[in-house]
Every structure is written in structure tokens, then in C-alpha cells.
């Protein structure tokens, strides 16, 4: 049982405010816990080399303590206290994608606490790119460990008001940064090899990495290494709406056709997807994703969505697949997760019912 605490809610524009900033870093340098937006999704920050935020951030999460946490740092010039530089290949992907979406697995310093890394030998680091978050970095000056603010199992956090209904009453300060710009968990890289390996998509995409490196990199998201999972987050259920989330992929005409049935069926079924296909259906609790020329704006709507299945108490949904390359992988890397890996794949000539 977690006590409550007074959660103090402050806007983007208070941090300007010398006390309202000192009485922040001071929360944070004695180990309680700020959310704050990132450009990916919101984090819930605490003191990375102090072992006991990284158990209260556990705690507040409802996370189990070997999944490890992603350490913040406002520049590449902290990195090198953290861990080890040891591939030529991080320089390069460093130059070209921080501060942003990325995160590189390197191998760590013993400074950082085993309570931070859930036990591994390595270390998650991200540079975020978003002002807020670089603001309350520049501000601590210490590395801030920082998972998605959501619940352990719940989708991530893309706007104030999912971060309230998730954390208001657990955590100190709450930063209210509006709805954040990509709406996707950053792309994690395990970078202490010889080839950088993604354990998972986001947006800055596999074809984007190996235009940099100039060298084909390898995709293990989701995929299950020696029978352990390669990433600890991958083993845990993710992302997953109350309601039965089923994938449908198939041709266009077979899936609208599939959708209309189940619509009859059940006036109350979920349907996620894109315009194309949505604009073609009747009844039924749609959710629109905006079109499929746009994945980047389809992933900014995706974990909304998910959240407004719970919040609409939809029981039982459908999400319309879409196409796998570029953003669109790490779009269906959530869906799986979400759905639990469950697909419904329809030919020309199947009769799928729904
Ligand atoms: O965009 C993001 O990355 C957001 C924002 C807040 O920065 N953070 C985030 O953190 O998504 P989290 O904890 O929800 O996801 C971190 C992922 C997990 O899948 C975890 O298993 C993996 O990174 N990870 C962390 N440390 C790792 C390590 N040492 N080795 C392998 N995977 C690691
Ligand atoms: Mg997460």
C-alpha cells in the first residue's frame, strides 16, 4: 500500500519561477518523483543513482523491479559517467538522432545502482529533445531515471490528462507540458555489440539508422533470444486496453467486409484504424486514426485511443492493421502487445466471421 501524497501540479511556464524551480530540484535531489513530458511520451523522473527513487518509481508504476529504467541526461557530455562508449557506431547515431527519440543500451559504470538497471550489467540512456524535459534536466543536473508515466500494463501517457488519472496522489509534482509531439515510446538500441540491434521500433525507424551507419542494423523487437526476452520490458503484457483487442489484416474489401458483419453483430464493437477504411463503416464505436498516408499522425492518436476504449468501457475491439514500414512497425509492435498477439488474417476467399 502506497501512501498518498499531496501531488503538486505546475505548468511548463512555473519552472520559470525560481522558487517553484528550486523547490523541484530539491523534491527530485532527495529522491521523490516529477512527471514531466518528454517528445515521446510523459516520464516519471526520480534520482537515477539513488536507489530508492528508482524503487519509488517501481512503486508508483506497479512495475516489477527487473524491468529497468531509461536515465535521462540533458547532454552527450554526461554519458560518459554512465557508461561505456564502447562501439564506433554510437558517435555516429548520437550525432544524428539526439537530442531525441532514441535510447542506446551501453554497457554501465558502477555508479549507477543496480535498483536503476533492474540487476544488468547495462544501462538504458536517452538525451530528450523536449524543452520541458531539458529544462528540469538542466535544472537537477543529475541523471534522471524516467519510465513512461502510465501504470505497469496500462498504454503510456500523451497527454496531462492520463498522467492525472494514473499518478494523481502517488507521485509530487505533476508538470503539465499539453499533449506531447510523437505519441510513441522512444526507439531502443542495444549498442554493445559489433551491429546495433533494435529491441524497439519507434520513431526513428530501422531504414533511418542504416542510411546513418551506412550498414544493415538487426530488429530483435519482440523477439525471443535464447528463450529469455533480449529486453526485460518485452516478457511483461503492455499497453493493454481493458477491452478484447483483436488485430484484423487482410485486403481492404475483406476486412470492410468482416467489420460491417461484426458491426451488425454488435452495435457495440470497438473499431480502431485509419480513415480509408473507417469512412467506409456505419455504427459501431469507431476510432479514427486519422489516414494511413500519415502513420506519424496515426501513431500520435494511438495510445489516445486505447485509453478511450477503457474510459468508453468498449468490452471487445477490432484494430485495422496497417502497413509495417517505417513508423508503422513500431505502430504494430504496440498493437501486438496490445492485442496480446492476437490476429485475425483475412484472404480473398476466407469466410472469417468475426
Ligand atoms: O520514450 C521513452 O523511452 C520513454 C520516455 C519517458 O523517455 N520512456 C520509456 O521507458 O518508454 P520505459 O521504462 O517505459 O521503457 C524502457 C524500455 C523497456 O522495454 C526496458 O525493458 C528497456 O527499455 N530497457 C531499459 N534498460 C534496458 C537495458 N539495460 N537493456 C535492455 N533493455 C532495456
Ligand atoms: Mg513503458
Known sequence: MIAMLTTLKITAHDLNNPEIADSLKATLLSGGLVIFPTETVYGIGGHALDPQAAAAIYAAKGRPSDNPLIVHVARFDQIDALAYREQPYIDALAQ???PGPMTLVLRKKAIV???TTGGLSTVAVRIPSHPVAQTVLRLVDV??????ANLSGKPSSTSFSHVEAD????????IDGGDVPIGLESTVIDATGSTPVILRPGAITQEMIEAVLHEDVLDHSESLIDGAP???GMKYKHYAPQARLEIVAGSDEAVVRFLRQAIAQDPHIGILGPSELLDQLQGGIRFDLGSRTHLEAMAHQ???ALRALDDQQVPHAYFIAV?????GKAIMNRIYKAANHRIITLDESSKGTP
Open 96 to 98: 544524428a538522432f539526439w
Open 113 to 115: 545502482p543496480d535498483g
Open 143 to 148: 541523471p534522471i531515471a524516467a519510465p513512461s
Open 167 to 174: 499518478f494523481l496522489g502517488k507521485v509530487d509534482v505533476l
Open 230 to 232: 533480449k529486453s526485460p
Open 302 to 304: 494511438l495510445f489516445a
Open 323 to 327: 502497413n509495417e514500414a517505417g513508423v
